[in-house]
Structure formats: structure tokens, C-alpha cells
């Protein structure tokens, strides 16, 4: 059975030897890592601010796109689609153009070594202007099919709702670039009525519509992906255990549902330690995990003939 991964970021999941070597110094796993106790998805978001100090150089951001492809070369996974906000990264000078190119390389050659497959989705963030992020997806859109696949919003959804970025997606949606939007993370399923509405083809989280048969009822009739991450949502209190986790009531609805890392160093995670999680709390089976990975090749950015490799490795 392939393995996929589709939301998974890439500034927290950079290896704790690449920040110690970035940095120049030792760093505790305590600095990298979200507390126990993390209390909201904005306590979880600052957990960037250090990873976001090793991706300011072209040097790095190449290293940083090639350490990620040893990392889920090592969780044996034969798919992966990689996010970042490229605007995050000219905080010292660089443009927009550069750090993408800079990513591109070290994936390029990740793919080259290690024999995975990756798609870059480039994401506008909530908290920076309509014309940072519009200027980035324009720069962006000319990668597309050259390593990026798709574009993304992230950041504090409960501070910037989706509402307030209808234009700027439907201007993506006119750049004809396909987009995933992280919605319904902090509780509000009209956001990801919004997103669909936009146009977006995933759903980043999700975990809103729990009981909206209307929500579920849109995913379902349109084939939205969804992209879930179990770990990543205990820890910044999407849900507040996994006893009321919808993972099961979203697949018994007939969803798209995808298993995914989101941060795989600040959440600790793996997609085997997910997948070993849902078996353990959510009574996954292994028909489960291959259903959720069939459904995350069909709603993967990857070219048709990736996909029909992917599918073959199913036995189809």
C-alpha cells in the first residue's frame, strides 16, 4: 500500500539537526515542540517563530527542502505534498521568486535521491496583506507544474475568517491554480462552506462540521478532500479528545478523508505514528487506512500518471 501525506508543513517539520546546524548552537526538543498543555491553535502557531529564523536564506530554504525529503524518505512514504509560506522567508531581503526557486532545488534533489514524489503548495497567510499574498500566488503560479502544485491560506483562523480572502481566491481561482484552504480548525463549519464556495478542492482540518449533515452532505456531493490531522488537532484543542474525534463519523458519511502530519516536528509526529494513533483511539481498521489512502491519491495535486502509479501499487 502507497503511503501519502498532502498536508504537511514544511517550516515545522524541518529536523532537529538541521536547526541545530542552521542555528550554530544546541536546541531542546522543548523549543521545537508544542507543550502538553498548549492551550489554542495561536499558542501552537508560535511554535514557528524558531523555525522560521533557518529559512530566511536561499542556502538554507535548499537545505531545508532537501532535509525534508530525508525525513519522510525514513517514514517510507511514496507521495508528499509539502506546504510553506513563501513570504515568511524575506524577512532578511530575499524575494518571493528566490525562495521559491530555493525550495524547489533541495526537493528536486530530495526526489532525485530518496525516490519519492512531491508537490509544493504555496500558502498565503492570514495575517499578511491582500497584496503580499496576491503578488506571492501570481510569482507562484509560474512554478506550477514545475514543483508547485496547489496554493493554501493558513494562519489563525479564528482571527482572520474566510470570508475575509473571497477575493483573493477567486482571483486565484481565475489564475486557473488549484487550492486547498485550511478551514473549520478552529470550530466554525461556515468557513468551510466559505472555502468550497471559493473553490477550494480540500479542505485543510475540517474538523468543524462534526454533526452538520449540510456541511458534510457539500463535501460529499462535490468530492472535497479532507485533510485531516489527528495530532496536530488534540494538541491545539480543535477537538477536545479523541473520543469525540470525527474521523469515523466524516468516513461513515462517505468523505474523502485523508490521514496527515500537519507539523511533523513541532507535533512530534510521523505518518506512522498518525496512523498508529487512529488504529489505537479512533478503531481504524487496516481497510480504513487503505480506504483513506486510495482517497488521498484521488484527491492529491499529482499529475495523472503519478496517480496511476499510485494506484497501481493498490492492485487497481
Known sequence: MPRLDLHCHLDGSLSH?????????????EELQVEPDCRNLAEYLAKFALPFECIQSAEYLKYAGYDFMKSVKEDGLDYVEVRFAPVSSCMEGLDVRT???SVLE????????????CGVIVCAMRNHSEEQNLDMLRTAREFLGEGVCAADLAGDEASYPMRQFRELFQEVKRMDMPFTLHAGECGNAENIVEAIE?????????????GRADVMNLCRGRRIGIEMCPTSNLQT???????VYPMREFLDNGLLVTINTDNRTISGTSLEQEIQTVR?????????????????????????????RLLEQFGE
Open 198 to 210: 471559493c473553490g477550494a478542492r480540500r479542505i485543510g482540518h475540517g474538523v468543524a462540521m462534526s
Open 17 to 29: 539537526s538541521f536547526v541545530e546546524d542552521v542555528l550554530g548552537r544546541k536546541v531542546s526538543m
Open 237 to 243: 484543542r480543535a477537538v477536545a479528545d479523541f473520543s
Open 280 to 308: 489505537e483511539h479512533c478503531g481504524m481498521t487496516d481497510e480504513d487506512i487503505a480506504r483513506m489512502m486510495k482517497n488521498a491519491v484521488e484527491v492529491s495535486f499529482a499529475p495523472d500518471e503519478v496517480k496511476q
Open 99 to 101: 525562495v521559491i526557486e
Open 106 to 117: 533541495g526537493i528536486r534533489c530530495g526526489e532525485e535521491e530518496f525516490g519519492i514524489t
